[in-house]
């Protein structure tokens, strides 16, 4: 006689594990891998965890000194990494109601909604190594650092709370040079910055700028280079018409390192040349000498 006991439905295998199997999918799938966790070295194509380089302050292994951003500038230089923020002026925006292709306006959306901020240049009051100075930096990461009413204006505002405090002012340069949707109004503010310098200089104030990477056009040929003290980080592209352009214009190969910080200390174009990381104690000892203090020990 047939035995007509129903089959018992198979067990699933996996054991123990299986049981775990839901939870640890679950887990896994919540750990995304952050787009921006490795940086790629410039130089040598190395692939850098994003966090060694912020420890580092953007200076990669091989030395090359990336660029960085305003805030990211301004918490470094001073002391203990605070500062009193200053605010920047504001000023008509599109007054020649300017396209190249794009509206004016849709640029300047675009560059504030991609770097956080209103424009190029960022202020701040604080002390560098116990001095009290007032820092400008310029942003390359807002429209190339280019120079427009909005960074021209907020340099004469640098340089007034200064005079208003008795302090040095520094700047930190960076810029593609002149802002072209601003055509003329933008060559202006070479002048009126270098007025802005005078002011300073009337006042017997330090000023003293840092070139970083890259500092060109109206940038350099205004108050870049009319600096009591000009430092540069390593590497930094120092110059007018890019290398490029000048080898168009005049036909000849450049010589090696050409408009690099380091070739231009050599020429007496920049008077030293300091690594990131010791710009903070550098600065300080040279504002504290020529505020006529004592020479802080190195």
């Known amino acids: 006689m047939a035995d007509k006991t129903p089959p018992k439905p198979q067990e699933k295998r996996g054991g123990w594990l299986s049981r775990f199997a839901p939870g640890v999918r679950k887990i896994v799938s919540r750990r995304d891998t952050p787009d921006n966790l490795w940086v790629k070295d410039p130089d040598t194509g190395e692939m850098l965890y994003r966090s060694d380089l912020e420890g580092s302050l953007w200076v990669t292994p091989s030395g090359r000194h990336m660029r960085i951003d305003a805030p990211t500038r301004l918490r470094f230089t001073f002391d203990g990494g605070e500062y009193e923020p ?91 040079g002149a802002r072209m949707q601003e055509g003329a109004l933008s060559l202006m503010q070479m002048a009126r910055t270098t007025l802005a310098i005078q002011e300073l200089k009337a006042k017997q104030l330090p000023f003293v700028v840092v070139l970083t990477d890259p500092t060109t056009g109206g940038v350099t040929a205004s108050y870049a280079m009319l600096g009591d003290v000009h430092l540069a980080e390593p590497g930094a592209l120092i110059g007018f018409a890019g290398p490029r352009v000048i080898e168009a214009t005049i036909r000849e190969k450049l010589p090696p390192g050409f408009q690099r910080a380091e070739y231009l200390q050599e020429k007496g174009m920049v008077d030293r040349v300091v690594v990131r990381a010791d710009l903070p104690r550098v600065l300080g000892q040279l504002l504290s000498m020529l505020m006529g203090g004592k020479r802080r020990a190195a």
């Open 86 to 176: 200053i605010d920047t002026p504001e000023v008509p925006e599109d007054p020649l109601k300017f396209s190249d292709g794009k509206p004016y306006k849709e640029r300047l959306a675009a560059a504030r909604k991609a770097s956080g901020r209103r424009d190029t240049m960022a202020i701040g009051f604080g002390e560098l190594d116990g001095t009290p100075a007032v820092v400008i930096v310029q942003d390359f990461t807002f429209m190339g650092g280019s120079l427009g009413m909005a960074a021209g204006e907020a340099f004469i505002a640098a340089a007034r709370a200064a005079i208003e405090r008795g302090v040095p002012l520094v700047c930190y340069t960076a810029a593609g």
